[in-house]
C-alpha cells in the first residue's frame, strides 16, 4: 500500500512539475525587434535568428518580417527533428534586405506544433570588440495585455531602452506606466503602435525627463490585446546590454 500511494505521489509531482515547466516556444512565436543598420565608427548592427525544433520530425518554419516603413517579407526554413537552424545576419541573408528593421513572427507548419526561436541582435566592427544581446522568441499564446519590468537602473554607467511590439493585425494603444522602487510615478504616455510593429524609446530617463535612478519599474499595459514589452540595459562604456523580457502578473 505504501508503495502505491508513493508512486501516485510521484506521478503526481511530475504532473506537477511539468505543469509549471518554462515554456516559450508555441505554434507562432514573435521575435519584438531583429535588425541590420549602421552603427557609429563605421560599425554595423546584425542579428543572427537561431531555430530549433525540439522534437517534430521535418518542420517548416514560416518566417515572417515586418521591416519598418515596407512590405513584410517571408520565407521558410526546414528543420529536421531534434535539429536547429542558424540564419547568420538574418535580414540580409534571408530577407535580401541591407538597412531595416522591424518585428519577426515565426510559425509551425504543423498544427499545434511548437517554435523554438531566439535572435541575437550585435554589432560588429567596433574596435573595442563585439557586444550584442540575447532577444528571447515568447509564444503568442504567452503574450498578454500587460508587461511588467522591474529593477531597471539609469545609474552606474547604464542607459535604458524600451520598447513594445504589436504582434497582431490592428493598430493598438499602449499605455506606458513608469514608477520609482516604492511605486510613486514618474511618468506615464500613450503610444499607438501599428500592426505587426514596435515602438522603442532610448535613453528613456534624459528622453522624459527623469532622474536617473535604479529599481524603476515599466509597465505596459492595453485593454485586451496582447503585446511584448521588453527593456534593454546598455552599458556607456563598453555597449553591453542586457536585454528584459516583461511579465504579466497582474492579467
Sequence with gaps: ??????????????AAYDAQALRLG???????????FPGAGGTQWRTDVFLCNAYSPGV???????PSGLAMVERTVT????????????????????NAGGMLEVLS?????SVDARARIYNSGNPAGQFGQNVPGVGYNYLNRQALLYGLSGIGGNRLNIGVANPNNTAVDVTISIRDKDG????????????HGYVQYNDIFPAFGIAPQEGVTVQFNTFDTKVYGYASEVRNDTGDAVFIVGLSPNA
Excluded: C, K, W
Design 26 to 36: 508555441d505554434e507562432r512565436v514573435v521575435i519584438p525587434v531583429i535588425g541590420r
Design 109 to 113: 507548419s504543423i498544427p499545434g506544433g
Design 79 to 98: 528543420v529536421g527533428q531534434y535539429s536547429n537552424a542558424v540564419l547568420t545576419d538574418v535580414v540580409l541573408n534571408t530577407f535580401g534586405l541591407a
Design 1 to 14: 500500500m505504501r508503495r502505491v500511494v508513493l508512486a501516485v505521489g510521484l506521478v503526481v509531482l511530475a
Design 184 to 195: 510613486a510615478s514618474l511618468h506615464g504616455r500613450t503610444v499607438n503602435v501599428p500592426a
Design 60 to 66: 517548416t518554419f514560416t518566417l515572417r518580417f515586418y
